[in-house]
């Protein structure tokens, strides 16, 4: 059968035209990673290795739409997850602070400003949005609306995706040999502006380098393809200073599963366990060593019927988190988000004492516009501590940190099959009679 | 996006780009623009009166405008089937950068009007005659812009 010129043409601008309908949300809620087992059940034998491996190691992962975005977007999600992790509005809006002054390397390229901010807007008001209820948050509900909503998505990977253009061109010399012979202008404009052309490893290298490891942030990728092995190749960007002052360990990493031309997010069990109650990263928690009597990592704070709009409270944004776990070594991961509760209630709270200048803040907050910064109210040490005492939570969920985990050896330990509380002997301890022994403690 | 879409259309009506003239097609609508093209000179449209409609997706800028000639045009990148649909360049959906303003897209329309672009034509028999014997596709378009686009 032959076609005429003018059907060829035809064919040919269909076949340009053609968009594939890509399935599901632009980035669904955490699922079991037991879906992709499951789905290439059926595949190839290097697949079904791989993936029946997968899930040991990465127990929920998140789908992102296919539709030539999902790298980016999946990058950016992470990105405000990996954010909403550190509980810390400190840092967020230290991003708000440091995305905002890339603005100069955006006009630096040319890059007209009133088009631009239409998309940075978007960025910066989620930053500011998610910074406002930390350290509360919701376990990323929030971000996730944003990010199904997309108007609000597309500006944000249209914002990422101008920052690593210009980002690449000002730094030119560290990707122009990647580029096959092309200029990183034309790359740009071929590969990383144009809405819907998806991320290639260049673009990746680029995005990480400019606005993820900055944050402080670390990626992982793995690669689910037909290479032999029975696991996933793995590629990992870790996590650079952040530009905070603050100590950061890097915890929150970002991770990718992509599979040819497409990317999804993928969580290992301990990321997630993590969420609620992020202060465990903060070094002076993890040298903790004296008596633990909280164990809950996941003390469900979401859940008392907050009044958001009066849980802005701004001593509490930068002082007050900072001052929840560096005032008493006993306060545990999961107390600092509970004893921020009363704080709002201060008025009200029989516990409450008299207000006083918090200790200076290990973190200081940025100086930037918005209610979070106008100092109408701090908390006092004394009052997160008896309050602390008031919530004191007792849960059966396992421990967490190294020192938690070996505090149920001892006996010494409620936890212990044959706990035994420690007496104290002082005559045991310092010789204050004649017939004491310093080494006969309790052998009588 | 209503108020980057607001600017760009007060933009071009304060600063038209050159032969043209953009105004709504019907007044309360900012997604729908009609762009009255005079023919630029040293081609064969030159004094002809085009129109075009040029569609803004709800979704731009994330989505490209639709360009639809009105007016009948002999040109290799304008489809002859009464939608006069010109989809090429940075026209094209994966093609199109949200950054991109308006003012550039109908740049290019105009730029295309001035040369063509056989490579990536939707008529492939203009696109030859374009190509191979350009005197008698200058006639063919000369006399299709004295019948279809009077002033």
């Known amino acids: 059968m032959a076609y005429t010129e003018e059907e060829l043409a035809q064919y040919e601008r269909l076949s340009n035209d053609y968009v594939p309908d890509a399935e599901g949300p632009l980035v669904s809620p955490r699922q079991s990673s037991q879906r992709i087992t499951s789905e290439y059940a059926q595949a190839d034998p290097v697949y079904v290795h791989k993936t029946t491996t997968l899930p040991q190691q990465f127990s929920q992962y998140r789908t992102v739409k296919g539709d030539g975005n999902c790298g980016w977007r999946a990058l950016a999600f992470g990105y405000f997850e990996a954010l909403l992790q550190t509980a810390d509005p400190s840092r967020v809006l230290g991003e708000v602070a440091r995305l905002t002054s890339l603005n100069n390397v955006l006009d630096s390229v040319g890059y007209p400003r009133d088009i631009y901010e239409d998309f940075t807007d978007e960025t910066l008001q989620l930053l500011k949005s998610t910074a406002a209820t930390l350290p509360v948050h919701d376990d990323g509900a929030a971000l996730l609306a944003s990010f199904n909503d997309s108007g609000i998505c597309n500006a944000i990977i249209m914002h990422f995706r101008l920052v690593t253009s210009a980002w690449m061109k000002t730094h030119a010399d560290s990707y122009v040999h990647y580029t096959e012979n092309q200029s990183i202008q034309d790359y740009c404009s071929t590969h990383i502006e144009p809405h819907a052309v998806e991320i290639d490893n260049l673009g990746l290298q680029a995005c990480i380098d400019a606005i993820i490891k900055p944050a402080g942030i670390a990626v992982q990728v793995l690669y689910l393809d037909r290479s032999p092995g029975e696991e996933v190749n793995q590629l990992n960007w870790p996590a650079g200073p952040s530009t905070l002052n603050a100590p950061y360990n890097g915890l929150s990493t970002i991770r990718l599963l992509y599979r040819p031309g497409h990317y999804d997010i993928l969580y290992k069990h301990e990321d997630i366990d993590i969420l609620p109650a992020a202060a465990v990263t903060n070094p002076q928690i993890n040298l903790m060593s004296g008596p633990v009597y909280l164990s809950s990592s996941n003390v469900c704070y979401s859940q008392q019927g907050l009044d958001i709009d009066n849980f802005y409270i701004p001593g509490l944004m930068s002082a007050g988190v900072s001052l929840a776990y560096s005032t008493d070594a006993y306060i545990s991961n999961a107390i600092y988000a509970p004893s921020a509760l009363p704080i709002t209630s201060a008025a009200t709270d029989p516990y409450s004492v008299p207000y006083s200048e918090p200790p200076k803040a290990i973190v200081e907050s940025p100086t930037l516009e918005g209610p979070w910064n106008t100092d109408r109210f701090r908390p006092s040490q004394y009052q997160v501590e008896v309050k602390f005492r008031q919530v004191m939570p007792v849960r059966p969920e396992p421990c967490q940190t190294e020192a938690m985990k070996q505090a149920g050896e001892s006996k010494a330990h409620f936890r212990n099959e044959d706990f035994q509380p420690q007496i104290w002997e002082p005559g045991a301890e310092y010789n204050v009679g004649r017939n004491s022994e310093p080494n006969r403690r309790r052998s009588s | ?151």
Not at chain 2, 93 to 98: A, L, M, S
């Open chain 2, 1 to 151: 996006m209503t108020k980057r879409i607001t600017k760009e259309f007060a933009d071009l009506q304060t600063e038209p780009p050159e032969d043209m003239k953009v105004d709504l097609i019907t007044e309360n609508d900012l997604f729908k623009w009609v762009v009255t093209i005079n023919g630029p000179k040293d081609t064969p449209y030159a004094g002809g009166l085009f129109l075009v409609h040029v569609i803004l997706p709800n979704e731009y800028p994330f989505k490209p405008p639709v360009i639809n000639w009105k007016t009948k045009i002999y040109h290799p990148n304008v489809t002859n089937d009464g939608k006069g649909t010109m989809c090429l360049g940075f026209l094209r959906d994966g093609e199109w950068k949200p950054s991109s303003r308006m003012a550039a897209a109908l740049e290019y329309v105009r730029q295309l009007m001035i040369e063509p672009v056989p490579d990536d034509a939707v008529d492939p028999a203009i696109a030859e005659e374009y190509k191979n014997n350009r005197k008698q596709f200058f006639k063919t378009a000369k006399q299709w812009t004295t019948t279809y686009a009077k002033p």
